[in-house]
């Protein structure tokens, strides 16, 4: 499955935002998907996943409250609203997606990535 990202941009603190990663297979909800991102000098961390059917998901400690994960079958999308948006969540953000659990963090498909930079 090819991954496609959009939705990064420029925003004030406090501010909100909603990333959209469109997924080239109609089977999509055969994948569990989830959103990571890699803020510069550091290591790619994860932020939210969706089951495949969307009805169970789980938040980085960091994000919980703030962001929602969401997902549209139908239209194979993923998404991520952002709210409450902190300058600590500039970061390159990117969807995944896998068949099959190998692992908590380990995804087999992943997009090129979408920047969001949040202003002080």
């Known amino acids: 499955v090819l991954l496609g990202e959009s939705g990064g941009r420029l925003v004030q603190a406090g501010g909100s935002l909603r990333l959209s990663c469109e997924a080239s297979?109609?089977?999509?909800?055969?994948?569990?998907a989830a959103w990571f991102r890699q803020a510069p000098g550091k290591e790619r961390e994860f932020v939210a996943s969706i089951s495949k059917n969307g009805d169970s998901t789980t938040y980085a400690e960091s994000v919980r409250g703030r962001f929602t994960i969401s997902r549209d079958n139908a239209k194979k999308t993923l998404y991520l609203q952002m709210n409450s948006l902190k300058s600590e969540d500039t970061a390159v953000y990117y969807c995944?997606?896998?068949?099959?659990?190998?692992?908590?963090?380990?995804?087999?498909?992943w997009g090129q990535g979408t920047q969001v930079t949040v202003s002080s």
């Open positions: 995944a997606a896998r068949r099959l659990f190998a692992g908590a963090n380990n995804f087999d498909y």
């Open positions: 297979d109609r089977a999509f909800s055969s994948y569990t």
